[in-house]
C-alpha cells in the first residue's frame, strides 16, 4: 500500500517578457532606460539552466550514476527546444575530473549515464553539467551536486600518498566545522540614522551549516535588540539606528561563551527600501534621510529572472513613500527590486520570494500483479496542475530500497529552478523551505534578506559593459589543432589536413590557415572514438607533426559544503597490495617520447607489431597470435559468474571498449601486452577475465606512419538501465550509505489525461520503496514528488 505522499510541488509560468510597468502612466526616459538596459543584457546573455535528477545520492564502486539532465530558458523556466551540446562532469575532491559525458540535449532533455570503475577511490564526489554558452559566465551556476562514492575494497590498493591527502583533508574539514562565523545584512543594503531597519543574519560554520545563536545588540551599554536564530542559523531583528552611532552584537554560538561582533556602519544620510507581501500584493515602504529636498524622486525596477515586472518613477514626500505590487503579476520565483535616484545611480535592492503554490499535483496508484513468475507493482501516476487539468510533459523516476542516501544534497528540480539556480552561494537545503505542509515563508524571507544578488552588477549594465561571449551553443562536434615542421616549431600554413573517424568509414579533408591550424567542425560520433589525422610529406619529404587541440578541463575546484564527509579510509586495509593505476582517473593518459612505457610489470605475453603486419585488423592479430584466446575473444578457462568474461581492454594506459580497440589499425600499434593468469590480478575485479593491452608508436619511433591517431570522445550512448547488483540486505545502512536503485526510467511522456504507466520489479525480500519523480511540462511548469510503498 501507499505509505506516505511526502510532497509534490511545482509552478506554473507566468511569462510577461519586457513589458510596461503596472501603472497607466507611460515611462519616461530613465525607467525606459533601465528596463532597455535589463532586457538587452538579458537577450545578449540568453541564459540557460540545467538541472540532474540522479537516481541516488550515494554510490558504491562498480555501481553507475544514472541522470537525466533538464534543460531550460533561464528566464521563463520552459524547455529549451534547441539541439543544444550539454556536458557532465564527474570531479574528485582533489579536482581531478573522473569521467566526462557529452550529451545532446532536445527538446530539453538529455540522459545519460556514468559507470564507476571497481578502483575508483573511496570518497567525496561532485557531478556537475552545463552548456558551451554557459562556460561563458561563472561556474558557480553551473548545476553541482555532492556525493559519496563508498568503495570497501579500497582499503587494500589505496597508495600511500592518498593516505597522507586523506587525513589532511579531515583535519581541514574539522577545522571548518569548529569555526564559527556570523553575517549581518540590513534590509535594503545600509543602516542609516534615523530610519527603523530589519537587519537579518546568518550563522555558519566553515562548511556553510547553520549554527544556532542566541545574543543582544548593544548601542554603548544599552540593549536595543534581542535575537535567536532558526535551526538553520537564520533570523532577524528590528530596530532604529542613531547617525554615528556604533552596534555591536553579543552572540552566543550554541549556548557557548558570548562573543562580541560588529554591526554595519551607520550612515548619516541614504536612502531605504522595505518590502513585504500578504496573499495579494508586495508592499514597498522607501524612506529618505539627510537628502537636501523631501520630495526627491526615485526609480523602483521589479524583475524576476531578468524579465521586468514593473519599472516604476515615485515622488517621495516628507522623505517617505509607499507603494504595493500585486504578487499576481509575478512568476513564482525570486523577486528582485532595485530602487535608483531619478538619474539611475543605485540606491538598495531586496529580493523577495514569490510562491504562488501553484503546484504540480501526484497522483500515484500501485496494483501488485504477477507476470511470468515474476512480482510487479503497476504505478499509475496522475500529473495535473492545481485546477486539476491534466499535465503534458517529460518526466524521470527512481525507484529505490533501502533507509541510505541521506548525506547527498537533497534540492530537486522545484527548489533548484526557483531559488538555488540564482543563489548559487546558497548552502542550505533549501527544498525544505517549498513543502507546502510546513509555514516556512517568515524563515524563507530572511534566507531572501542574508542572499545577494550573483548574476550581474547594475553598475557594470549602466555603464554599458557587456560580458564577453567566447562560447557559442553548438549541436555538433569539431576537430581541431595545429600542423607543425618536424625540425621545429614553425607551423605550416595553407597545408592539406585529411580526418579519418574510425568505425564511422568517415573522411574529411581541409586545410590550415595562415597560423597552421586546422578545423574539422558539424561532426557527429560516439563514445570512444578512434581518429586518424594525416597529410602530405613536406618539403624535406618528412611527415608534419600534429598537435591536436585538447579542451580537457583542469584545475576544478572542489569546495566543501553541507553534504561533504570525512574521508573514510586513512589506513592501509590487512589485505594490501601494491595495484597500479588504483584511484587514477581514466580520462589521464601519459605522454611520452619512443617507446611506451609498461606499467602493470611483467605481462603473460607480449606481442611486438611489424610496421607493416601481415594481419590487417586487430581481431586477426588477437585470434592468431595470443595464447588461450578463442574466435568469441575470451580467454579459455574458468571466468566470472557474476563479472563479464569480456578482457578488459587497454590503450597506452587508458581502459577503452572493445569496439574502439578493435579499430586501431595495427601499423599503428608498437606492442600488445597480454595478461591470463594470475598476474592479471594486478587490474583487480576488472582483470577477473583477463587483460590486452596495446601501447602505439610514438613520435620518434623510426617506424612512425605518415599520421597519427587519437582516441577522443564523442556523443555519450545512453545505456538501458540494469538493476544495482548490490542487494540491500548485504549492504551497510549506516546515514549516508548508499540505498538500492530497483528502477530507473526516463522520458516518461503524460498521455492525454495527464497519465504515466510503469512496471517496478519487486520480491517478497523487498524492503521499503522510495518513489522520487521530477520534471518540466512542455507548455511550462516544474514538478517534484516522493512517496513510499512497502512491499506487502
Known amino acids: 500500500m501507499i505509505k506516505k505522499i511526502l510532497f509534490a510541488m511545482a509552478y506554473l509560468l507566468f511569462h510577461t517578457g519586457i513589458t510596461s510597468p503596472l501603472y497607466s502612466q507611460e515611462l519616461s526616459d530613465p525607467e525606459k532606460e533601465a528596463a532597455g538596459i535589463l532586457n538587452n543584457y538579458n537577450r545578449h546573455l540568453d541564459p540557460r539552466k540545467v538541472y540532474l535528477h540522479v537516481n541516488k545520492n550515494n554510490y558504491y564502486a562498480g555501481e553507475s550514476v544514472w541522470f537525466q539532465a533538464y534543460l531550460l530558458d533561464g528566464r521563463s523556466h520552459l524547455p529549451d527546444t534547441s539541439a543544444t551540446n550539454l556536458y557532465v562532469d564527474l570531479v574528485s575532491r582533489d579536482g581531478e575530473l573522473m569521467a566526462k559525458r557529452i550529451l545532446l540535449a532536445e527538446k530539453g532533455r538529455a540522459?545519460?549515464?556514468?559507470?564507476?570503475?571497481?578502483?575508483?577511490?573511496?570518497?567525496?564526489?561532485?557531478?556537475?553539467?552545463?552548456?558551451?554558452?554557459?562556460?561563458?559566465?561563472?561556474?558557480?551556476?553551473?548545476?553541482?551536486?555532492?556525493?559519496?562514492?563508498?568503495?570497501?575494497?579500497?582499503?587494500?590498493?589505496?597508495?600511500?600518498?592518498?593516505?597522507?591527502?586523506?587525513?589532511?583533508?579531515?583535519?581541514?574539514?574539522?577545522?571548518?566545522?569548529?569555526?564559527?562565523?556570523?553575517?549581518?545584512?540590513p534590509e535594503g543594503g545600509e543602516m542609516i540614522g534615523g530610519i527603523p531597519v530589519k537587519v537579518a543574519f546568518k550563522a555558519v560554520d566553515g562548511l556553510g551549516n547553520g549554527i544556532e545563536v542566541k545574543g543582544e545588540v548593544l548601542g554603548g551599554s544599552e540593549v536595543v535588540a534581542v535575537f535567536e536564530s532558526d535551526q538553520g542559523g537564520i533570523g532577524s531583528f528590528e530596530f532604529k539606528p542613531d547617525a554615528g552611532a556604533d552596534y555591536t552584537a553579543r552572540v552566543s554560538f550554541g549556548g557557548n561563551q558570548p562573543q562580541n561582533h560588529t554591526l554595519p556602519k551607520v550612515l548619516a544620510e541614504g536612502t531605504a527600501l522595505r518590502a513585504m507581501q500578504d496573499e495579494e500584493n508586495i508592499k514597498i515602504d522607501i524612506f529618505s534621510s539627510g537628502r537636501p529636498t523631501s520630495e526627491e524622486e526615485v526609480i523602483l525596477v521589479a524583475h524576476t529572472r531578468g524579465e521586468v515586472i514593473s519599472a516604476t518613477r515615485i515622488r517621495l514626500n516628507g522623505g517617505e513613500a509607499g507603494i504595493s505590487l500585486p504578487r499576481d503579476r509575478f512568476p513564482s520565483g525570486i523577486a528582485h527590486l532595485t530602487l535608483f535616484s531619478g538619474d539611475l545611480v543605485p540606491l538598495s535592492e531586496r529580493l523577495v520570494f514569490i510562491d504562488h503554490r501553484d503546484a504540480f499535483v501526484f497522483y500515484p496508484q500501485v496494483a501488485r500483479q504477477t507476470f511470468e513468475n515474476r512480482d510487479y507493482y503497476l504505478l499509475t501516476l496522475t500529473v495535473t496542475d492545481k485546477d486539476g487539468k491534466p499535465v503534458k510533459g517529460a518526466f524521470s523516476l527512481s525507484v529505490l530500497e533501502g533507509d541510505g542516501g541521506a548525506s547527498g544534497s537533497r534540492g530537486n528540480i522545484l527548489s533548484y529552478m526557483l531559488i538555488s539556480s540564482d543563489l548559487p552561494g546558497i548552502k542550505h537545503d533549501i527544498h525544505n523551505y517549498l513543502d507546502p505542509e510546513l509555514d516556512l515563508s517568515a524563515a524563507l524571507d530572511n534566507i531572501m534578506l542574508t542572499s545577494g544578488w550573483r548574476r550581474f552588477v547594475w553598475d557594470d549594465l549602466l555603464?554599458?559593459?557587456?560580458?564577453?561571449?567566447?562560447?557559442?551553443?553548438?549541436?555538433?562536434?569539431?576537430?581541431?589543432?595545429?600542423?607543425?615542421?618536424?625540425?621545429?616549431?614553425?607551423?605550416?600554413?595553407?597545408?592539406?589536413?585529411?580526418?579519418?573517424?574510425?568505425?564511422?568509414?568517415?573522411?574529411?579533408?581541409?586545410?590550415?590557415?595562415?597560423?597552421?591550424?586546422f578545423l574539422f567542425d558539424d561532426l557527429m560520433f560516439y563514445d570512444d572514438t578512434s581518429i586518424r589525422i594525416s597529410s602530405d610529406r613536406t618539403i624535406s619529404k618528412s611527415p608534419p607533426d600534429f598537435e591536436l587541440h585538447s579542451d580537457q578541463i583542469t584545475g576544478i575546484d572542489?569546495?566543501?559544503?553541507?553534504?561533504?564527509?570525512?574521508?573514510?579510509?586513512?589506513?592501509?586495509?590487512?589485505?594490501?597490495?601494491?595495484?597500479?593505476?588504483?584511484?587514477?582517473?581514466?580520462?589521464?593518459?601519459?605522454?611520452?617520447?619512443?617507446?611506451?612505457?609498461?606499467?602493470?610489470?611483467?605481462?603473460?605475453?607480449?606481442?611486438?607489431?611489424?610496421?607493416?603486419?601481415?594481419?590487417?585488423?586487430?581481431?586477426?592479430?588477437?585470434?592468431?597470435?595470443?595464447?588461450?584466446?578463442?574466435?568469441?575473444?575470451?580467454?579459455?578457462?574458468?571466468?566470472?559468474?557474476?563479472?563479464?568474461?569480456?578482457?578488459?581492454?587497454?590503450?597506452d594506459g587508458s581502459e577503452v571498449g572493445q569496439n574502439v580497440f578493435l579499430t586501431l589499425d595495427p601499423r599503428y600499434v608498437q606492442r600488445i601486452e597480454v595478461f591470463s593468469g594470475p598476474r592479471a590480478s594486478i587490474f583487480g575485479v576488472r582483470g577477473a577475465a583477463g587483460a590486452i593491452l596495446a601501447y602505439t608508436r610514438r613520435p620518434g619511433d623510426p617506424m612512425m606512419p605518415d599520421y597519427e591517431e587519437y582516441l577522443i570522445q564523442g556523443y555519450h550512448s545512453a545505456r538501458e538501465f540494469y538493476s544495482d547488483l548490490f542487494p540491500v540486505h548485504a549492504t551497510d545502512h549506516r546515514q549516508g550509505m548508499p540505498e538500492r536503485s530497483v528502477l530507473w526510467k526516463t522520458d516518461l511522456v503524460t498521455d492525454e489525461s495527464g497519465n504515466i504507466t510503469v512496471s517496478v520489479p519487486v520480491s517478497t525480500a523487498s524492503g521499503m520503496l522510495k518513489f522520487i519523480v521530477e520534471g518540466a511540462g512542455f507548455d511550462g511548469g516544474i514538478g517534484y514528488g516522493v512517496f513510499s510503498v512497502q512491499p506487502q
Not at 594490501?576 to 605522454?591: C, D, M, Y
Not at 592468431?624 to 578482457?647: A, K
Open 111 to 185: 540522459e545519460g549515464d556514468i559507470v564507476l570503475p571497481y578502483d575508483i577511490s573511496d570518497g567525496n564526489y561532485m557531478i556537475r553539467a552545463y552548456t558551451d554558452r554557459m562556460r561563458n559566465f561563472d561556474e558557480k551556476f553551473y548545476y553541482t551536486r555532492h556525493l559519496y562514492i563508498h568503495n570497501q575494497g579500497y582499503a587494500n590498493m589505496i597508495p600511500r600518498s592518498e593516505i597522507r591527502s586523506n587525513r589532511r583533508f579531515n583535519n581541514r574539514l574539522e577545522s571548518m566545522h569548529e569555526a564559527r562565523e556570523i553575517f549581518f545584512f
Open 463 to 517: 555603464s554599458g559593459e557587456m560580458p564577453g561571449i567566447e562560447h557559442q551553443a553548438s549541436s555538433s562536434l569539431a576537430i581541431s589543432g595545429r600542423v607543425m615542421h618536424p625540425a621545429g616549431e614553425r607551423a605550416i600554413p595553407n597545408f592539406p589536413v585529411r580526418l579519418d573517424i574510425r568505425g564511422e568509414n568517415d573522411s574529411f579533408e581541409t586545410r590550415t590557415d595562415n597560423d597552421g591550424i
Open 558 to 651: 572542489y569546495v566543501p559544503g553541507i553534504h561533504t564527509l570525512p574521508q573514510q579510509i586513512t589506513r592501509r586495509g590487512d589485505e594490501w597490495t601494491r595495484t597500479p593505476g588504483a584511484g587514477r582517473s581514466p580520462l589521464a593518459r601519459k605522454q611520452g617520447d619512443g617507446i611506451s612505457p609498461s606499467q602493470y610489470g611483467v605481462a603473460d605475453q607480449t606481442i611486438f607489431i611489424d610496421p607493416e603486419p601481415r594481419q590487417t585488423s586487430m581481431y586477426d592479430i588477437l585470434v592468431t597470435r595470443v595464447r588461450g584466446l578463442n574466435h568469441n575473444l575470451q580467454f579459455r578457462g574458468p571466468t566470472s559468474m557474476h563479472l563479464s568474461n569480456t578482457p578488459t581492454y587497454m590503450l
